[in-house]
């Protein structure tokens, strides 16, 4: 479209010119040439000549300007093709870092919820540890302090065994060892003439480790003050009295129920 306008005025142009010079060689020539028409044939064919050298010199120009303006607009063109690449370029750099970012933060949660998770995994491995040796240490002590009670039991068991056997040895031995004193007694004790055959009193005697006799005191009468009497006598004339067959029955004071056979 835009030729086609330069063409269309190239050639109005053209017109325009060829008709001045017409014009103007028509007014200036002499009536007595008026005849003559080979000048003016020949000047417009110079003017045409000249005119269509302007307007070929015109349509170069006009197409160099449009080369010009080609290139210029093929020069913006490919700057802003590479400003759009390079954007491109950047934006897509841009992602990928983002993308790279992204891949790191997750990679750091995860190795942070893995590291995480292992923490929590040997503190609980720590804690069912902990109590398990606890659970293993009080059934460890319940079973000691089972065996220590049986034990226990069963040394209270012999305990009480041997102190029944003890306690029967020693009715024995001290029935024994009193026995042997109201025998002694009983071998120095004369019956008083007159007095009763049968009679049981008690006496309290005090002795020293020896066996010899330092008192004696009647505390359940024989029945008469001369029967109390001759017990006492008796008592007295026993000493030293029979000494036990252990050290522990011997006591310092003696409560013996005499009894004449």
């Known amino acids: 479209m835009e030729r086609l306008s330069a063409i269309a005025g190239s050639v109005v142009l053209h017109l325009l010119i060829v ?95 893995e590291a995480e998770k292992k923490r929590l995994a040997e503190e609980q491995r720590k804690k069912d540890e902990l109590e398990r040796k606890q659970k293993e240490e009080a059934e460890k002590k319940r079973v000691e302090d089972e065996l220590k009670q049986q034990m226990a039991r069963e040394d209270e068991r012999l305990a009480a065994e041997q102190r029944a056997r003890n306690s029967a040895r020693y009715a024995r031995e001290r029935e024994r060892y009193t026995a042997a004193i109201v025998s002694a007694i009983n071998a120095r004790w004369h019956r008083p003439p007159g007095s009763a055959r049968d009679f049981v009193c008690k006496v309290l005697v005090k002795q020293i480790p020896s066996g010899d006799v330092i008192d004696v005191r009647v505390v359940e009468s024989c029945g008469s003050p001369i029967l109390d009497s001759s017990v006492a006598s008796a008592v007295r004339d026993a000493s030293p009295l029979p000494r036990p067959a252990s050290p522990e029955l011997f006591d310092r004071e003696l409560e013996i129920t005499f009894v004449p056979n």
């Not at 002499?30 to 110079?46: G, H, L």
């Not at 070929?56 to 490919?78: L, S, Y």
């Not at 954007?87 to 750099?93: D, G, L, N, S, V």
């Open 19 to 113: 008709g001045l010079l017409f014009f103007t060689v028509w007014e200036e020539r002499p009536p007595a040439q008026m005849p003559a028409y080979k000048p003016i044939i020949q000047a417009r064919a110079v003017d045409e000549s000249t005119a269509m050298a302007a307007v070929t010199a015109r349509e170069a120009e006009e197409q160099r300007q449009r080369k010009e303006a080609e290139q210029q607009r093929k020069m913006v063109e490919a700057e802003r093709q590479r400003q759009v690449e390079e954007k491109r370029k950047q934006a897509e750099a841009e992602k990928q870092r983002q993308a790279a970012l992204k891949r790191k933060q997750l990679e750091e949660e995860k190795n942070r919820k």
